[in-house]
């Protein structure tokens, strides 16, 4: 519901013309533009930008790819 209010907001139209007419791509892009977002402000603001994805997860993520 949030990625949908963000982009009605954006986009300016009402969050059931987004739910109507966005694609599974438009909220992946969406979610990636977001995240550059997020990415750019912790690194404007000299935040730790190893924070935003934890090396577990990422170890996990490898694990079950690895079989």
Not at 41 to 54: E, Y
């Amino acid at each position: 519901m949030i990625v949908i209010g963000r982009m009605a907001e954006r986009y300016h139209m009402l969050p059931h013309q987004i739910a109507e007419l966005a694609t599974t791509y438009d909220y992946i892009i969406q979610d990636v533009l977001h995240s550059y977002d997020e990415y750019q402000s912790k690194a404007k603001q000299g935040g730790d930008l190893n924070t935003l994805v934890k090396t577990e997860d990422l170890q996990s993520i490898m694990e079950r790819t690895r079989g």
